[in-house]
C-alpha cells in the first residue's frame, strides 16, 4: 500500500482525537479483547471510518482503534486484526502498523490465539514469542521498498525484543504466573482451516512450539519499521499426540476468556516498567 494511504489514515485519526499521540501499539487477537476494558479511552474510531483501513471479518474482533491512556501510558490499542486468509493483501494486512508508527508508537504488543505444539504446555498457558517460522504463502515486504518506511533488507535475527521479553517474564514472575509462561517459536500457517494430525507433527518437527494464522506479517513490518517488539499467545487448544481433538472454535474462545485477565495483567506490568 503507497505511503500516501497510510499518511491519510493517520491523518484521519490524528484529526479526529487532537492529535494524540500512543507510546505503544497494542493489537488484541482473536478472543483476547479484554484488555480494551482496561483503558482509559479518550477516543474510540471504527475501523469502517479510517480510510483505507479493512474491516475486521472474524469472530470477537471488535474493529475498533482505541487511543487512551492504560497504566499511565499512552497507548493505541487495535481491538481486532486483518488475516491473510480473510482475503486481504499483506499490505492491508500490516497498514494499521505502519499508521500507529506514524502516529508516534515506538513500541509494539501483540497478542494472538495460538495452539499448542510443545507438550510441557497447558490450555490458557501464555507463550512469550521469542521466535518464529513464516509460513505462509508471502510477507508485507515483497515488491518496491519504500525507504521511508524502512530498509530493503531488514535484519531478523532478533524480531522479538530481548529487552521487552526480560521484562515480560520477569513480570510474569512477579504476577506469579511463572507456571503458565511459556516462552517458545510460533508458526504462522495461511488457515482457514485447522491443521491435520500429520501437519501438527511437521510443525512440531520444525521447531515449532505454536502455531497460528497471524502475528508474524505484523512483526515482520514492525522490524521494517525499527519498532520493538513484545508478542504473548494464548495457548487455546493442544495439538500433540495425546491431547489432539477436533477443535471447537467456542472451546477456543472460552479458553482465550479464561486466559485475559493473566495477559492482561502482564501486558499493564510490562507497560510500567518500560
Not at 508474524?216 to 517488539?229: D, Q, S, T, Y
Request: aromatic letters at 6%; a negative charge.
Amino acid at each position: 500500500m503507497p505511503l500516501q494511504a497510510i499518511q491519510e489514515a493517520a491523518a484521519y485519526i490524528q484529526a479526529q482525537s487532537q492529535n494524540f499521540r500512543p507510546a505503544t501499539g497494542i493489537i488484541l487477537g482473536t478472543g483476547l479483547g479484554a484488555l480494551a476494558r482496561e483503558v482509559d479511552v479518550q477516543y474510540e474510531i471504527s475501523y469502517a471510518d479510517i480510510p483505507h483501513f479493512p474491516v475486521s471479518t472474524v469472530e470477537s474482533h471488535a474493529g475498533r482503534l482505541l487511543l487512551g491512556q492504560l497504566n499511565g501510558q499512552p497507548v493505541a490499542v487495535l481491538q481486532g486484526r486483518f488475516h491473510y486468509y480473510e482475503g486481504y493483501t499483506m499490505a492491508q494486512v500490516v497498514l494499521p502498523v505502519r499508521v500507529l508508527k506514524l502516529l508516534g508508537i515506538g513500541q509494539l504488543f501483540v497478542s494472538n490465539a495460538a495452539g499448542g505444539l510443545n507438550p510441557d504446555f497447558s490450555i490458557s498457558d501464555l507463550m512469550l514469542l521469542d521466535d518464529h517460522i513464516n509460513l505462509l504463502p508471502t510477507n508485507p515486504l515483497i515488491g518496491p521498498n519504500d525507504n521511508q518506511l524502512g530498509p530493503r533488507f531488514p535484519d531478523m535475527y532478533a524480531a522479538y525484543d530481548a529487552g521487552l521479553l526480560a521484562k515480560a517474564r520477569a513480570a510474569a514472575e512477579v504476577l506469579g504466573q511463572g507456571r503458565t509462561t511459556q516462552r517458545g517459536v510460533y508458526a504462522a500457517v495461511p488457515g482457514p482451516m485447522l491443521e491435520t494430525p500429520a501437519e501438527y507433527r511437521y510443525l512440531r518437527t520444525i521447531g515449532a512450539d505454536a502455531v497460528g494464522m497471524s502475528t508474524v506479517p505484523e512483526v515482520i513490518a514492525a522490524r521494517h519499521l525499527g519498532l520493538p517488539v513484545l508478542a504473548v499467545s494464548v495457548i487455546t487448544d493442544l495439538c500433540y499426540p495425546g491431547q489432539l481433538k477436533p477443535v471447537v472454535i467456542a472451546d477456543i474462545l472460552a479458553a482465550a476468556a479464561a486466559a485475559e485477565p493473566r495477559l492482561t495483567a502482564l501486558m499493564k506490568a510490562v507497560l510500567a516498567a518500560v
